[in-house]
């Protein structure tokens, strides 16, 4: 054969001379399309997608590869209302689609990638974005809803590989007051489909980024398309300060948060199958927390609060949490000279609406109330600093080494909770008029409880040592002329529950009791008892009876006078009005209570003297 002639029989082959033409084809399409696609898109987003958005529109270059349709844009940018500044840029969009998109007719991207995204927003002082233009624009856009319907079936899709890299976000809250940034964006998504055949795979999102310096992270692994909707995510938060998000609280609450750290580490699980279920499990820690009531001063600070949580589901509005730990927290509770309480927690300007529809329970109307359970609540080294300006003097009292534990408290109570713990309780400045004596030194009362209890019955044991009367001062100044000094320790058990409030007294001692009158050296010291001694009494508060079964006084002490005005020594004791008492409080209808009535047994008075 002539070598010459072999181009020319080789395309006398009707198939060979096909591929040929196909393959100039394609490669002209190619090269058609490389060079058209880029200016002609380019056009359209910086003309058309300007016109939509109300905004200018750039593209710094176009990339099109035809052959892997792969389309590359270099540094999108959209200006501000005024056209002074990027509101958002992104460095590079990486789109790379798949030739599967042809025969399934839904789009199919191989990887998609934006590296670079930084949006800007500005809050006004009168609370507008400075893109709310671009939202009433989308707002006013016309809808579809005259077209008739065809099929309520999604868009398919398939994207595999969705990565944003360095993403920025900053947020000027004029408004407010505030600025805030995020860095280091960076979100991963591997697949996210719901075509037929791809439902049930998994996905794995990741998401990342720092916020005012606190950092996010969160990881998922879910099956959205899947019929059980199932999704399993981890959410991370590493020391984010509150401070800055502080602002946005709704005014008029009766608490504000002032400082704060919070640290959380959740997973989250969404399942659909018969019904949805959340669960929310993990932990969350609260430090460096710092309340004020509704007037502004300090009400707590607390060095952290943890609380485990077992399972959340709000959803079936069930809260199990296992463990809540409360470290040195330091409640300021004061009372004002009219009476008001800081601690009344009632919103400041306004009052807390009731929805008329639930019951007394609380239960709503649309489902059953909620249901929470704790394992063990521990607060240790707390202190409750008392200021009480309603009574002269100002009674200061300090609450310190205040230790609780409480186990297994669930609501509603169907069952009794478990608690003990432990304070000391000691005077916090000046009470006194005039000296100390020197064996009234103490100033500090330890108490011991003990107990358990539902919100209908409760049973509590108490211990108290080495307890200064001086400590109740200010409340006897209220109607006692001259002071009282002495030691109080006590074990007692207090019952309450349908049959009203009972308290047992097993053993109660008064050491050194004195009533003294005047200050300095010209202290009087009116009656005195070394010691009195009570054992196994009790009292019933509801039926109001006493019964001791013995009472010992040891070296009582008493001068008894009456002047020349027929008045006895004990009644200049007593302030104004403190002598007659109150009126007895009415009963329910309108009878007066019954009186007390009391028993002793037994009673031993050992060394006594009367002047």
């Known amino acids: 054969m002539n070598p010459a002639s072999f181009p020319s029989s ?16 394609v490669l002209s399409t190619w090269m058609l399309a490389w060079a058209i696609v880029p200016p002609v898109l380019e056009h359209q987003l910086e003309h058309r997608a300007s016109a939509e958005l109300g905004r200018s529109l750039g593209v710094g270059r176009i990339e099109f590869k035809p052959w892997t349709l792969e389309l590359i844009l270099h540094d999108v940018s959209m200006a501000t209302q005024d056209g002074s500044a990027a509101q958002l840029a992104v460095r590079r969009i990486h789109v790379d689609a798949e030739l599967e998109s042809l025969w399934r007719l839904a789009p199919v991207v191989q990887s998609l990638e934006v590296d670079g995204p930084a949006l800007r927003l500005r809050r006004t002082a009168d609370g507008r974005y400075d893109v709310d233009d671009i939202l009433h ?14 099929d309520d079936e999604p868009l398919r899709f398939a994207v595999f590989n969705v990565v944003v890299r360095g993403g920025t976000l900053d947020v000027d809250d004029q408004a407010a007051d505030r600025r805030h940034a995020l860095r280091g964006l960076d979100v991963h998504l591997p697949f996210l489909s719901n075509l037929p055949s791809r439902r049930d795979i998994t996905v794995t999102p990741s998401l990342a980024f720092t916020l005012n310096g606190a950092a996010f992270a969160s990881q998922a692994v879910a099956t959205p398309f899947a019929p059980s909707r199932k999704s399993d995510a981890r959410v991370r938060i590493q020391s984010m300060d509150l401070e800055p998000y502080l602002p946005y609280v709704p005014a008029g609450l009766p608490v504000r948060l002032r400082r704060g750290v919070l640290d959380a580490d959740l997973q989250l699980q969404f399942v659909r199958e018969d019904r949805p279920q959340f669960i929310v499990r993990g932990h969350a820690d609260l430090s460096g927390v710092d309340l004020a009531d509704g007037a502004g001063e300090p009400l707590l600070a607390l060095e952290r609060l943890s609380v485990g949580i077992d399972a959340l589901r709000p959803l079936d509005r069930q809260v199990h949490i296992g463990t809540v730990a409360l470290q040195s927290p330091r409640l300021q509770a004061r009372r004002d000279a009219d009476g008001r309480l800081n601690l009344a927690l009632a919103p400041t300007g306004g009052v807390v609406a009731v929805d008329p529809a639930a019951d007394a329970s609380g239960t709503p109307p649309d489902g059953a109330a909620w249901t929470v359970s704790m394992q063990h609540l521990a607060m240790r080294d707390g202190s409750v600093s008392w200021r009480d300006a309603a009574v002269a003097p100002q009674a200061r009292l300090q ?6 534990d409480v186990d297994d408290l669930v609501w509603p109570m169907a069952r009794a909770a478990q608690f003990k713990g432990a304070l000391s309780v000691s005077n916090d400045g000046p009470v006194r008029v005039g000296p100390v004596p020197a064996d009234q030194a103490s100033t500090t009362a330890r108490l011991v409880f003990d107990g358990s209890g539902t919100d209908r019955q409760a049973t509590l044991q108490l211990t108290v040592t080495e307890a200064p009367l001086a400590l109740a001062a200010p409340y006897l100044a209220s109607f006692l002329v001259p002071q009282l000094h002495g030691q109080l320790d006590a074990s007692m058990t207090l019952h309450w529950g349908d049959a009203g409030l ?31 001694a009570v054992s196994s009494a ?6 109001r009876t006493l019964q001791v079964d013995r009472l010992e006084l040891r070296q009582p002490r008493l001068a008894v006078t009456r002047g020349s005005d027929q008045r006895w020594m004990f009644e200049s004791w007593l302030k104004p009005g403190a002598a007659g008492g109150n009126p007895p409080a009415q009963a ?9 009535t009391g028993r002793l047994a037994h009673a031993h008075v050992v060394d006594g003297t009367v002047r």
């Open 588 to 596: 329910a209808g309108g009878a007066a209570p019954a009186p007390w």
């Open 10 to 25: 080789l395309f006398a082959h009707r198939w060979i001379r096909r591929l040929a033409w196909t393959v100039a084809a």
């Open 538 to 543: 009790t009292v019933d508060l509801d039926r």
């Open 137 to 150: 624009r989308f707002a006013g856009a016309p809808s579809n809803d005259t077209a008739p319907a065809t």
């Open 399 to 404: 609450l310190h080494d205040l230790t609780v």
């Open 502 to 532: 009972r308290l047992a007294v097993p053993s109660l001692t008064l050491d050194r009791l004195a009533l003294v009158h005047g200050g300095g050296a010209a202290q009087d010291a009116l009656a005195q008892v070394q010691r009195i």
